[in-house]
C-alpha cells in the first residue's frame, strides 16, 4: 500500500468504491481487495502481451458529454457509467479515476469459461502423471471458472511430449497453454533470446532457436512461472507430488544477494527450492546454482558425527573436550568464523571469543565472478552480519595470512575453526597438524584430518535465524529438516560451548533468546525481536561500514554505495 | 517479368479512377509513361501546398480505408501522436490475402507509379520520414515491379532526398511479407515489419498512431486507399466527395468471384449500383440453371448472405429500407445496414451447386491455419471450429455440432487481441445461423446412412 494515502484514486470494483494507489492494472488493484482475477500470461515482473485472455472483466468509464464535456449523469444524479462494449484485459488496463470495473458479471464469468475450455481442448490432461499436478493454474482455474465438463470429440494435437531444451529443464508441448512467460523471461532477464514458438495457431510448439539451450544459470526460473506442466524441472521431475512438501521460508546462501527462497521438502527431506517472491531483492527469481545446494544436507562429505581425537562421541562430551582443549590454550587461542554461519552464531562466535582472552577472530573471503543479477561477487551470505555482531572489525581475506604468520610464530597454537576449511584459507597442512584444533563445520574436509574435535555444523536447512545481505537487509530463514541424528539442535552447540567455556549459561539456543541480548548490545539492532523480522527483511543502517571497501557491483534492486555516492 | 494479363472488357457502368490507365494494352509500369499520362502532376502540386492542406484534401474528400475497415483515411492521419518528437512512419498494407480479394494486385502489377504518387502526398502530408511497401510474400512479381518503379521514381526526384525539388525527403522501401494472413493486420505487420513473429499488438496501448512501428506514430493504409489520395488532392477535397454518395465517397474495386459468368475486379462508384447490379449485370449473372444460395458480401470473414433473405429496418438517417440481397447498396454502409461488412470488396457468389457445410469447412480451415496462435480463444476456437466442420463433411456431422459450433463462435469474437478473432467467428456464427436446417440436414442424412457415429476420444 502507498506510503501517501493522499495519491488514492477511487475505482469502482464490483459495485463497492474502494481506493487504490495509481499506476496498477485491474489485476494488481483488484488483488489489493481479496479479489482474483484469474490470468496465465501476466507476470507482475515480465511485459504484458495480454495473450491468454483469461482476464477479461468488464470495465467502463463515467460519461463525459461530447458537446459540453460535462459529466453525464443518470436519474438519481450518479455518474452514468459508459461501460466499453467488449470485454478487457484486465493485465494491460490501468485503472484510472472512476473506473468501473466488473470481475463477477455473467459475461465475465462466460469469458472465463470460455477461454478454460479452449485451453482445455488441446490439452492432454494427462494430470495424474504431471509435475504440475497440485499445483496447476490450468487444474484451479478449471476447477473454479471452467464448464466442469468437455464438448470436445475431435482428436487432440499432437505435439513433442519429453524434449530437453538445456540441462535442467525438460519440455512437454502438449501441455503447454502458449502463453510466452518462459520466453519473455528469457528476453527480458536473462537477455538472450533462447526459447520461441514455431509453427502457427494451434500448432504452434515452443522450442529453443536452433543450436541454443537453455543452460542459463537462471533457466529453473521458467519452470516456476510456467502455468502449467509443460515445463519440468529435471531435478524434480516425478520426485514428489507437490501437495506433500512441506514449504519453508529460506534464504539463498550462495552470494551476498540473499535470494528470498522456499524450501520444499517432506518427511525431513528436501526435494526442491523455489524463489520466494520479494520485489526488493530478489522479485521472483532466483539462480539454478541456489536450488541446488540442498544437496549439501546428505552430500557424501557430510560431517554428521562427533568424534574426539577420531573416537565416536556424544555431542555433549565433544563440546565439553572443545572448551577444555580451548580453555588450555589460553591466551594463544584464535578462532575462525564464517560469513556463512547465522548473525546468532557469529555474535555467540564474538561472545566465545571474549571468553577466550579475546581470541583474534577471523573469517574467510570467498569472491567471485557477479552476474549482475542474483549472485554478487560476495559468495557468502552474511560477511555484513559478521561485522554487524562485531564478530570480525574488518572484511575479511580470502587467505588468512595472519593467521598463518602466528601458527608459525608460535603466537596462536589453539584453533577454534567453524564453518571453514582452513586448508582451502590458506593455512598449510604442517601447520595445522601443530596446532590444536577444534572444527565445527558442515562437511569433513582437510581442517578435519587435523582436528582433534569434530562437531557437525548444522547448514542453514537444519537451523532457524538470520542473515544480512548486500542491502543491510536482515532477512529470516526457518528450520525446514531436521539436522543429522544425534545433533544438537539450533544454537545448542555454540551455547553450550559458551557454558562449558565459562560456567555459566545466559544463552537460551533461539534465535529469539539470542535477539534479546543482541538488540541491547547492537545499536543496529536495537528495539528489534526476532519474531518482528518481517518476512520481506528489514533494512539495517549500514553507516557504520560505509568506508569499508565490499566488493560488491550493482545487481538487481542493488547499488552499492559508492556509486550512490557518485551518481 | 510476367505481366498481369489485361482486362480490356471493361463494363461500362464502371467508373475506372484508381484501373484508369491499368487495362490499357499500350500503357505500361514505367515512370515515362505514367508522366506521359499526367502522372507525378499531383505530387508536384501537393508539394506547393503545405501538408496540413493536403491532409484537408483528404479529409474532406472522406477517403474511407479499402482495406477492410471503412475508417477515415484523414481521421487515421490526425490520431498521429505529433507531440513525441518520434519520426513518423508511413507503411503501405500490400498483403493483400483475404480469401476472394484482388484488387491490389492490379493497381501494383499494372499501375505502381500510382500507389507510390499516393504514399508520396500522404508521406509529405503527414511529415513521414520513411515509408515502407509491405507486400505480401506470394506477390513477388509485384515486389520486383515496385522496387523498379520507386528506383525510376527516385531517379525522377519524385522519391527519396528533396523531393521535387523541396526541401522535404523521404524514401520508400519495399519489404516482401512473411507469408502469413496476419500479417495483413496493421500491428502484425508492423511486427513482422520489425522482423519478428507477425503477432498482433494489444490495443491499448500499442495503437499505431502513437506506438507503432519501432514504437514511433506510424500510419498503416492500403494500396487502393493510397491511390485515391491522388485523385483526391488532384482534384480538391471537395469536388472528389461528390464521386460516389454522402459518407461512401470515391470509386472502389469490387473483387467479385465464385459461381457467375463474369468474375474479376469492377471499380465502380460507391453507392451507385448495388449487389444485384454486381452479380447479374456486371458480373453476367449466375450460370445457367443454377440458383443463388449465398452471398458473402465483402471477403471470407463477412457474414454471409442466404439467398431470398430480407434486410429491413430504418438507418442512421432514419429511411426505412426493405431489401433483398440484390438491392443493398454497393458501398461501405449498405453492407453493413444488412448486417455485414464490405470488408475489402471481395464478392463471393454462392450457388446450389455445392453444400453450405463445405463452404464453412473450407473457410474454417482457411482461418485455422492462419490463426497466428497468439491468444486463446482465436488459436484454439478456430482450429476446433475447422475440426468439426472438416469432420461434418467426412461424413460424420451430428446434429448437436451446429449449436456447438455458434457457441464457439460467441466464445471467440470480441474476447481476442485482434479481428482475426471476429474473422473466423463471423463465417461460422452466420453461417449456422442462417443455414441451420442444411447443417441439420446434413447431419441427419448422415445420421440415416448409419455413418454419422463417431467415437469419443
Known amino acids: 500500500m502507498s506510503d501517501q494515502p493522499d495519491n488514492l484514486i477511487t475505482i469502482n470494483l464490483n459495485g463497492k468504491d474502494v481506493q487504490v494507489e495509481p499506476g496498477l492494472n485491474i489485476i494488481e488493484a483488484a488483488s489489493r481487495f481479496g479479489i482474483e482475477v484469474p490470468h496465465y500470461c501476466y507476470h507482475p515482473h515480465l511485459s504484458v502481451p495480454g495473450n491468454c485472455r483469461m482476464c477479461l472483466v468488464e470495465m467502463g468509464m463515467p460519461g463525459k458529454d461530447r458537446a459540453t464535456g460535462e459529466p453525464m449523469l443518470n436519474d438519481d444524479g450518479s455518474p452514468k457509467i459508459m461501460w466499453v462494449p467488449k470485454p478487457v484485459i484486465a493485465c494491460a488496463t490501468k485503472i484510472a479515476p472512476g473506473m468501473h470495473v466488473s470481475t463477477e458479471s455473467d459475461v465475465v464469468q462466460k469469458c472465463r469459461e470460455g477461454v478454460m475450455e479452449f485451453l482445455l481442448v488441446n490439452h492432454p490432461l494427462d494430470c495424474p502423471i504431471c509435475d504440475q499436478a497440485g499445483e496447476c493454474r490450468l487444474q484451479e482455474f478449471a476447477t473454479d471458472y471452467g464448464r466442469g465438463h468437455s464438448r470436445f470429440v475431435e482428436r487432440k494435437n499432437v505435439k513433442p511430449k519429453r524434449t530437453r531444451i538445456g540441462p535442467r529443464v525438460m519440455l512437454d508441448d502438449e501441455r503447454c497453454i502458449l502463453c510466452s512467460r518462459c520466453i519473455r523471461f528469457c528476453n527480458e532477464f536473462i537477455g538472450k533470446p533462447i526459447l520461441g514458438f514455431t509453427e502457427r495457431g494451434s500448432y504452434s510448439t515452443l522450442t529453443t532457436f536452433p543450436g541454443k539451450e537453455l543452460d542459463d544459470n537462471y533457466s529453473l526460473n521458467t519452470v516456476d512461472i510456467c502455468p502449467v506442466g509443460a515445463l519440468t524441472s529435471t531435478d524434480f521431475r516425478f520426485k514428489m507430488r507437490v501437495w506433500f512438501l512441506k514449504e519453508t521460508d529460506s534464504i539463498d546462501t550462495e552470494s551476498s544477494v540473499g535470494c528470498n527462497t522456499i524450501v520444499g521438502s517432506r518427511e525431513g527431506k528436501i526435494h526442491r527450492i523455489t524463489p520466494r517472491r520479494n520485489d526488493e531483492v530478489n522479485d521472483t527469481w532466483m539462480p539454478d546454482s541456489g536450488r541446488m545446494l540442498y544437496k549439501q544436507v546428505e552430500a557424501d562429505d557430510r560431517l554428521t558425527a562427533y568424534s574426539i581425537a577420531g573416537k565416536p562421541c556424544s555431542g555433549e562430551e565433544a563440546v565439553k573436550a572443545a572448551a577444555e582443549l580451548l580453555l588450555q590454550g589460553q591466551g594463544k587461542v584464535a578462532v575462525v568464523g564464517s560469513g556463512r554461519l547465522s548473525v546468532e552464531e557469529q555474535f555467540l562466535l564474538r561472545k566465545i571469543s571474549e571468553v577466550l582472552q579475546s581470541a583474534p577472530t577471523y573469517a574467510v573471503a570467498r569472491y567471485g565472478e557477479a552476474d549482475g543479477k542474483l549472485i554478487s561477487a560476495d559468495r557468502n551470505p552474511n560477511v555484513r552480519g559478521a561485522l554487524l555482531t562485531g564478530m570480525i572489525g574488518n572484511l575479511p581475506e580470502e587467505q588468512l595470512e595472519d593467521l598463518r604468520k602466528k601458527l608459525e610464530s608460535g603466537e596462536v597454537t589453539h584453533l577454534l575453526a567453524v564453518g571453514e576449511d582452513l586448508a582451502e584459507a590458506g593455512i598449510p597442512a604442517e601447520l595445522l597438524k601443530q596446532a590444536q584444533v577444534v572444527y565445527i563445520g558442515t562437511r569433513h574436509c582437510d581442517t578435519c584430518q587435523h582436528s582433534k574435535i569434530e562437531l557437525p555444523l548444522l547448514t542453514v536447512f537444519e537451523k532457524s535465524g538470520t542473515f544480512v545481505n548486500q542491502q543491510f537487509r536482515l532477512q529470516k530463514f526457518n528450520q525446514a529438516v531436521p539436522g543429522p541424528a544425534g545433533t544438537l539442535f539450533g544454537l545448542s552447540t555454540f551455547t553450550k560451548l559458551y557454558a562449558a567455556l565459562t560456567g555459566e549459561s545466559p544463552y537460551a539456543p533461539s534465535p529469539a533468546a539470542i535477539w534479546t541480548h543482541m538488540a541491547e548490545e547492537i545499536a543496529e539492532f536495537s528495539g528489534l525481536r526476532y519474531q518482528d523480522i518481517p518476512k520481506t527483511g528489514k533494512v539495517l543502517d549500514g553507516s557504520r561500514f560505509d568506508k569499508l571497501p565490499f566488493r560488491e557491483g550493482a545487481s538487481l534492486h542493488f547499488t552499492p554505495a559508492a556509486e550512490t555516492a557518485n551518481a | ?457
Open chain 2, 1 to 457: 517479368m510476367i505481366a498481369a494479363p489485361k482486362r480490356t472488357d471493361i463494363h461500362p457502368k464502371e467508373r475506372r479512377m484508381i484501373l484508369k490507365h491499368a487495362d490499357d494494352p499500350s500503357y505500361d509500369t514505367s515512370v515515362d509513361c505514367y508522366i506521359e499520362h499526367g502522372g507525378y502532376e499531383t505530387l508536384k502540386k501537393a508539394l506547393t501546398l503545405k501538408p496540413e492542406d493536403v491532409h484537408d484534401h483528404v479529409m474532406k474528400a472522406g477517403i474511407r480505408g479499402r482495406g477492410g475497415a471503412g475508417f477515415p483515411a484523414g481521421m487515421k492521419w490526425k490520431f498521429l501522436d505529433r507531440k513525441s518528437g518520434k519520426p513518423i512512419y508511413l507503411i503501405c498494407n500490400a498483403d493483400e490475402s483475404e480469401p476472394g480479394t484482388f484488387k491490389d494486385r492490379q493497381i501494383m502489377h499494372k499501375d505502381p507509379h500510382q500507389l507510390i504518387e499516393g504514399m508520396m502526398i500522404a508521406a509529405y502530408a503527414t511529415n513521414t520520414a520513411k515509408a515502407f511497401i509491405y507486400i505480401r510474400e506470394e506477390m513477388p512479381h509485384g515486389a520486383v515491379i515496385l522496387e523498379q518503379a520507386i528506383e525510376e521514381a527516385r531517379a525522377k526526384g519524385f522519391v527519396g532526398d528533396k523531393i521535387g525539388g523541396s526541401d522535404y525527403s523521404c524514401d520508400i522501401v519495399v519489404h516482401r511479407g512473411a507469408a502469413a494472413y496476419i500479417c495483413g493486420e496493421e500491428t502484425g505487420l508492423i511486427e513482422s515489419l520489425e522482423g519478428k513473429r507477425a503477432y498482433p499488438r494489444i490495443k491499448p496501448p500499442y495503437f499505431p498512431a502513437a506506438l507503432g512501428l519501432y514504437m514511433c506514430p506510424t500510419i498503416v493504409n492500403n494500396v487502393e486507399t493510397l491511390c485515391h489520395v491522388v485523385h483526391a488532392v488532384s482534384m480538391g477535397g471537395e469536388e472528389y466527395a461528390k464521386i460516389g454518395t454522402p459518407n461512401n465517397s470515391g470509386t472502389r474495386i469490387w473483387s467479385l468471384s465464385g459461381h457467375v459468368q463474369r468474375p474479376g475486379y469492377y471499380e465502380l462508384e460507391n453507392g451507385k449500383h448495388t449487389y444485384g447490379d454486381l452479380i447479374y449485370e456486371i458480373g453476367g449473372g449466375l450460370k445457367p440453371g443454377r440458383q443463388l444460395l449465398a452471398v458473402i458480401p465483402g471477403g471470407s470473414s463477412s457474414k454471409v448472405w442466404r439467398a431470398g433473405e430480407r434486410f429491413k429496418g430504418k438507418d442512421r438517417g432514419g429511411n426505412e429500407y426493405d431489401w433483398a440481397i440484390e438491392d443493398v447498396p454497393l458501398n461501405f454502409d449498405g453492407p453493413m445496414t444488412a448486417g455485414s461488412m464490405s470488408g475489402s470488396g471481395a464478392v463471393i457468389v454462392v450457388d446450389d451447386s455445392v453444400d453450405i457445410v463445405d463452404v464453412l469447412a473450407n473457410i474454417n480451415a482457411f482461418y485455422a491455419h492462419e490463426s497466428c496462435g497468439q491468444c486463446t480463444p482465436c488459436r484454439e476456437g478456430s482450429l476446433w471450429m475447422k475440426k468439426i466442420t472438416s469432420r461434418m463433411t467426412s461424413g460424420h456431422a451430428r446434429p448437436e455440432d451446429v449449436d456447438l459450433l455458434a457457441s464457439i463462435g460467441d466464445q471467440i469474437a470480441g474476447r481476442t487481441i485482434c479481428a482475426h478473432g471476429e474473422a473466423c467467428a463471423w463465417p461460422t456464427q452466420s453461417f449456422v445461423a442462417k443455414f441451420r436446417d442444411k447443417f441439420l440436414e446434413r447431419a441427419e442424412r448422415q445420421a440415416a446412412s448409419g455413418s454419422g457415429d463417431i467415437r469419443l476420444i
